[in-house]
């Protein structure tokens, strides 16, 4: 059996769909999210990224300021 027709197969039994990001199951390929508890579930993990992105910033800037501070009055060649 050749690639192709292989692929043909799978396309005639299935037809066009997606699967959906959060759980895998198949569905119609004109929707994002197989129900709405996927969506939710996307929903709060995309907050939570930009939480966490947010704090990490917060975070990186405060020890930049720390390490600048250190730098400038604790340098004991200046």
Same mark, same amino acid.
């Given at each position: 059996m050749s690639q192709s027709s292989w692929k043909d197969q799978i396309k005639k039994k299935w037809g066009p769909h997606s699967h959906? *990001? +959060?759980c895998g199951k198949a569905m119609p390929a004109d929707k994002q999210f197989c129900s709405q508890s996927c969506?939710?579930?996307y929903v709060?993990?995309?907050r939570k990224q930009k939480r966490k992105g947010r704090y990490q910033m +917060?975070?990186?800037f405060g020890?930049?300021?720390v390490m600048f501070i250190f730098l400038f009055l604790?340098? *004991?060649g200046g």
């Open positions: 959906c *990001p +959060i969506r939710d579930n709060t993990k995309e +917060i975070f990186l020890m930049m300021a604790f340098n *004991p």
